[in-house]
């Protein structure tokens, strides 16, 4: 079993930036493949990133390519969100999750994850 808490989340103007954090507990983190989606009131939940275990491969969905970097330091056992240049429909709740492979973080299918920290954008 993993915990994982989130951290970071706020309210920015559009166009501004926040760094999301997450760290890890419990079974080896460095094992997992991680990700990050969103939650938004009335929508569907949206895998925004996704890292496998070495870093080596990293997902961003086509809403924040080129906006959002995903990262990560196994020897910390946290991951991060930079999320740059920020839109009002990037407000949503945000959560850090662990999967079994990549693959499966890429298609949004986690095992773990937190209880969400709230991003919102305002106009």
């Known amino acids: 079993h993993v915990q994982l808490v989130e951290s970071g989340g706020g309210l920015v103007q559009a166009g501004g930036s926040l760094r999301l954090s997450c760290a890890a507990s419990g079974r080896t983190f460095s094992g997992y493949a991680m990700g990050w989606f969103r939650q938004a009131p009335g929508r569907e939940r949206e895998i925004v990133a996704a890292?496998?275990?070495?870093?080596?491969?990293?997902y961003y969905a086509d809403s924040v390519k080129g906006r959002f970097t995903i990262s990560r330091d196994n020897a910390k056992d946290a991951m991060y969100l930079q999320m740059n240049n920020l839109k009002p429909e990037d407000t949503a709740v945000y959560y850090c999750?662990?999967?079994?492979?990549?693959?499966?973080?890429?298609?949004?299918?986690?095992?773990?994850w937190g209880q969400g920290t709230q991003v919102t954008v305002s106009s």
């Open positions: 999750a662990a999967s079994a492979t990549y693959h499966q973080a890429v298609a949004g299918q986690f095992d773990f």
């Open positions: 890292i496998s275990w070495s870093a080596g491969a990293t």
